[in-house]
T-cell receptor
Framework: AQSVAQPEDQVNVAEGNPLTVKCTYS??????LFWYVQYPNRGLQFLLK??????LVKGSYGFEAEFNKSQTSFHLKKPSALVSDSALYFC????????????FGDGTTLTVKP | EAQVTQNPRYLITVTGKKLTVTCSQN?????MSWYRQDPGLGLRQIYY???????DKGDVPEGYKVSRKEKRNFPLILESPSPNQTSLYFC???????????FGPGTRLTVT
């Protein structure tokens, strides 16, 4: 069975500081990995994905993530946080061998303080 | 505008009264999926569809039915809703499983 862990329910950072939201995964085959963001009372919006190729992927709004196969991690990062980045962030995984099934983490609430 | 639409957005119903939540996408996407979101549990996949007439169970399919008779529509059916199905439901679609999913605005369902 596949799974995703987001070990931190809440991450707090000051505006202008770098931020990291952690994600680890478990699949039996190779992973497709995604990050989504949810603003209050809204649906989820896609940020970035790793399918294959370069381990460092860049996405929307200045976010990036690094795929680390040995540590089975896909942490989300941003060099300089904005107050407007405050939201709920979800990591998701699909297994290449059963790509229809999509598993999300429990989510991490990011709060960026001025 | 490319979008996924869901109706209704809000629904309060009683135990046992059959209901359908509609989902439609205008992007010609092959893949569609339903999720429920509960506090502290993230999103859990209910059912997904790889194409017309092809559906499969996600992690929490009990108490739900789906159908995919047309590419654009993927309704979620609760034939006998129970209070533990009170939740926020999202429909999503993508071109294929390797592409990102586009999410609808959500349907907040309360079963009393």
């Amino acid at each position: 069975a596949q799974s995703v862990a987001q070990p931190e329910d809440q991450v707090n950072v000051a505006e202008g500081n770098p931020l990291t939201v952690k994600c680890t995964y478990s699949v039996s085959g190779n992973p497709y990995l995604f990050w989504y963001v949810q603003y209050p009372n809204r649906g989820l919006q896609f940020l970035l994905k790793y399918i294959t190729g370069d381990n460092l992927v860049k996405g929307s709004y200045g976010f990036e993530a690094e795929f680390n196969k040995s540590q089975t991690s896909f942490h989300l990062k941003k060099p300089s946080a904005l107050v407007s980045d405050s939201a709920l962030y979800f990591c998701a995984v699909r297994d290449v061998t059963n790509a229809g099934k999509s598993t999300f983490g429990d989510g991490t609430t990011l709060t960026v303080k001025p | 505008e490319a979008q996924v639409t869901q109706n209704p957005r809000y629904l309060i119903t009683v135990t046992g009264k059959k209901l359908t939540v509609t989902c439609s996408q205008n992007m010609n996407h092959e893949y569609m999926s339903w999720y429920r979101q509960d506090p502290g549990l993230g999103l859990r996949q209910i059912y997904y569809s790889m194409n017309v007439e092809v559906t499969d169970k996600g992690d929490v399919p009990e108490g739900y039915k789906v159908s995919r008779k047309e590419k654009r529509n993927f309704p979620l059916i609760l034939e006998s809703p129970s209070p533990n199905q009170t939740s926020l439901y999202f429909c999503a679609s993508s071109l294929s499983p390797t592409y990102e999913q586009y999410f609808g605005p959500g349907t907040r369902l309360t079963v009393t």
